[in-house]
């Protein structure tokens, strides 16, 4: 699902592989869908701490948000192919739960369908530090209002 150039890049926060803790990845949040892409497997877990948040529009200055706006989320997803979308269509509520990255403390985005609302049909992990949790919760709300 891709809407061109009406399609915008509102936040990109790190990410992890709950399947394979050592894979980091980068998460787009755009104005229809989630990209994850995957972005570099880790040797060791240990020296790598949850981060913050790359860019969300809602903070960002004139120039970051305008640089922002020439980023191809067509060309993200297809730069690897074990990259994938979820469009906010596939699902109907999101709830955030707090996980463990090796020491550090992170949290996980449980995304629910309509059909099965017991269990999620995603879950993501959400690399970010406890310190950066409220800007991450504020801009889910956001972009989510009706879902969270």
């Known amino acids: 699902m891709t809407n061109g150039e009406s399609e915008e890049i ?10 394979f803790a050592r894979t980091k990845n980068k998460l787009f949040f755009t104005t229809n869908r989630l990209i994850v892409q995957q972005e570099k497997h880790l ?3 240990r020296g790598d701490t949850p981060g913050k948040p790359e860019y969300i529009s809602t903070i960002a200055n004139a120039r ?3 640089k922002m706006k020439q980023v191809s989320v067509d060309s993200i997803l297809k ?3 074990e990259n994938f979308e979820i469009p906010y269509s596939g699902f109907a509520a999101v709830e955030i739960k707090p996980a463990r990255l090796g020491a550090y403390r992170c949290y996980e985005l449980l995304l629910f369908t309509a059909d ?8 993501i992990g959400l690399g ?5 949790f409220n800007y ?3 801009f ?5 209002p009706d879902k969270m």
């Open 43 to 45: 040797i060791p877990l």
């Open 64 to 66: 970051e948000r305008l």
């Open 136 to 138: 991450v919760e504020e």
């Open 10 to 19: 509102l936040g990109i926060f790190p990410g992890y592989n709950k399947n």
């Open 128 to 132: 970010v530090g406890e310190k950066y």
């Open 116 to 123: 099965n609302l017991d269990a999620p049909k995603y879950d």
């Open 79 to 81: 730069s690897n192919p």
């Open 140 to 144: 889910l709300h956001s972009i989510w």
